[in-house]
């Protein structure tokens, strides 16, 4: 796919369904009483995954061009699944669909495709360990295929030594199951939609500052869920709105929750002039529509805190950094390491194959920005933030931008292209 310096983004876009919600509308669906309407789900390849696991145990999900019924069998429902689970491409189902595969009666094995083989799953098979779950690495390295047995849990308080909200979704998941109640701190909050979504299903949660801890066996009921707008695929809009000279994008239905939103204070901090319209909730979710207007940017520091709330964003904002005036410094993003690819490389090669001036650190990188950007023929490595990142990039530089294997943009965003390009 090629790129080149587009005409100024005006007008309106409604970006797909927030990927996150729509993952935890199946999972609660499945696991709960009644049936679960989810409206603007996310038709995603990963979301996709999380259904088609579910209907291997049981689950009888039907898609309707507006809504998705999922029909649940109550926290027990589930069957032993007629095959191996393929969470495809998606950490967010392997890591959270193993919470729930942990207390069950039935043994499973779970894998994906080459990228999930190479994510790290300790993370979870450590807490789940600790509860009593007998969760196997087939290869002995930490990653899937795995192989899960499930038992009645114990409850335990997991400390978790990163924000992560798969980790700390997959041990609140275990806990519906365990013999007593069970928390997770994290070092800082990471996003908490299945916080948020457990509550309105019924379940008996709490959080204080870092902690979360759920009360097990709750009678959960089906729920109607209207999925915001993904603002991890707004980032698109809003960087390629504030980069395009002349542009003045209005981005509707935008998931604003504060445990992701923070691309809106970093594009603030950089000079950008985003105005937040028609703020509202849907369910128990924050929403917005997004004015944007082409800024002129200077660089900022991202760290600490900061990063869960805007993990996967971080790529599109190291490109709005390159464009920006003077140094940016992004720092404790060493998760990047460990997503679809190593972003953190990735960003440092891409960067500077297309003239920016970038040097990568251990947990992050430098951007000396401003140096004019030219085109170049960039590797997907069948990373959709990649791929959409640069597709950003592209339409902002000089001359030709070729991103390849740019299909695994229908990860998260299947349509991104004719969004950005055919407005
Ligand atoms: O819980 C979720 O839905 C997600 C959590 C984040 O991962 P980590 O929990 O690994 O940070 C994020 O990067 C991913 O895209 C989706
Ligand atoms: C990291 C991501 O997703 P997941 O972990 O679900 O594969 C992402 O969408 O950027």
Do not use: W
Request: aromatic residues 4%; contains cysteine.
């Amino acid at each position: 796919m090629k790129f080149r310096k587009t005409e100024a983004l005006k007008g309106e876009v409604t970006i797909p369904g927030d990927k996150s919600i729509s993952h935890r509308a199946v999972m609660l669906g499945a696991i709960s009483r009644g049936t679960t309407r989810i409206t603007n789900f996310l038709r995603g390849a990963d979301c996709l995954s999380t259904i088609a696991c579910f209907r291997k145990m049981g689950i009888s999900i039907e898609e309707f061009p507006e809504e998705i019924l999922v029909h649940g069998n109550g926290l027990h429902g589930l069957h032993a699944p007629t095959d191996i689970l393929d969470v495809g491409n998606s950490g967010t189902t392997a890591r959270l669909i193993s919470g729930i595969l942990a207390g069950q009666s039935f043994e499973s094995t779970l894998t994906g495709d080459a990228s999930i083989c190479r994510r790290p799953m300790k993370r979870i098979i450590t807490p789940l360990s600790m509860m009593g779950a007998d969760v196997k690495s087939l290869r002995e390295n930490g990653c899937a295929p795995l192989a899960i047995r499930g038992s009645r849990l114990q409850g335990i308080h997991y400390e978790s030594p990163v924000a992560s909200a798969q980790v700390k979704s997959c041990v609140l998941l275990a806990g519906l199951y365990a013999d007593k109640e069970t928390s997770v701190t994290e070092p800082y909050i990471s996003r908490d939609h299945s916080e948020r979504m457990l509550a309105s299903f019924g379940a008996d949660i709490k959080t204080e500052n870092c902690t979360v801890t759920i009360q097990p066996e709750p009678k959960l009921t089906g729920q109607d869920v209207a999925v915001p707008g993904d603002i991890s695929s707004a980032a698109y809009f809003i960087a390629a709105a504030l980069l395009v000279p002349g542009s003045e994008l209005l981005i509707k239905n935008v998931g604003i929750n504060p445990t992701r939103d923070g691309i809106l204070g970093v594009c603030r901090r950089m000079g950008a002039d985003i105005a937040i319209l028609n703020k509202r909730e849907h369910g128990r979710e924050p929403v917005a529509d997004l004015l944007v207007r082409h800024s002129a940017l200077k660089g900022t520091v991202i760290e600490g805190a900061e990063i869960p709330t805007l993990i996967d964003e971080l790529p599109v904002l190291a490109v709005l950094a390159a464009f920006a005036e003077g140094r940016t410094v992004i720092r404790d993003a060493q998760e990047l390491k460990v997503k679809e690819s190593n972003r953190l490389d990735i960003l440092v090669h891409h960067l500077s194959a297309m003239g920016a001036d970038v040097t990568g650190t251990e947990d992050g990188m430098i951007i000396r920005g401003g140096r004019p950007l030219h085109g170049a023929v960039l590797e997907s490595h069948l990373d959709h933030r990649i791929a959409m990142s640069f597709a950003v990039a592209g339409i902002a530089a000089k001359g030709e931008t070729e991103i390849l294997q740019a299909d695994c943009v229908d990860i998260s965003y299947p349509g991104f292209y004719r969004d950005l390009l055919e407005r």
